[in-house]
Nanobody, 119 residues
Framework: QVQLVESGGGLVQAGGSLRLSCAASGRIFRINRMGWFRQAPGKEREFVARVTWSGGNTNYADSVKGRFTIARDSSSYTVFLQMNNLKPEDTAVYYC????????????WGQGTPVTVSS
């Protein structure tokens, strides 16, 4: 089993920045990619960004391109999401997720960390 623990959420004004962290533990050798998702009130959960563990390849949702950066620290199995120029529409609970080898979908999820952007 893999455990994911997020941190770094909070309240910020529009235009500000936050940095989310997600620390993975447990059977981490099976992880091949990690990502961030978010769910705003009354909306479905949506993809934000992801990074592959071996090559560090990244992918972003169009809504966050140029503002958010995902990075990983292979030595500590931690993934970060640097969020700049935040907008009120970025307000959501942000979830870290990990995908294990042989899986099509993300199969491990964190508990979520709330981000609120005030206008």
């Amino acid at each position: 089993q893999v455990q994911l623990v997020e941190s770094g959420g909070g309240l910020v004004q529009a235009g500000g920045s936050l940095r989310l962290s997600c620390a993975a533990s447990g059977r981490i050798f099976r992880i091949n990619r990690m990502g961030w998702f978010r769910q705003a009130p009354g909306k479905e959960r949506e993809f934000v960004a992801r990074v592959t563990w071996s090559g560090g390849n990244t992918n972003y949702a169009d809504s966050v391109k140029g503002r958010f950066t995902i990075a990983r620290d292979s030595s500590s199995y931690t993934v970060f999401l640097q969020m700049n120029n935040l907008k009120p529409e970025d307000t959501a609970v942000y979830y870290c997720a990990a995908r294990s080898d042989g899986r099509v979908e993300y199969d491990h999820w964190g508990q979520g960390t709330p981000v609120t952007v005030s206008s």
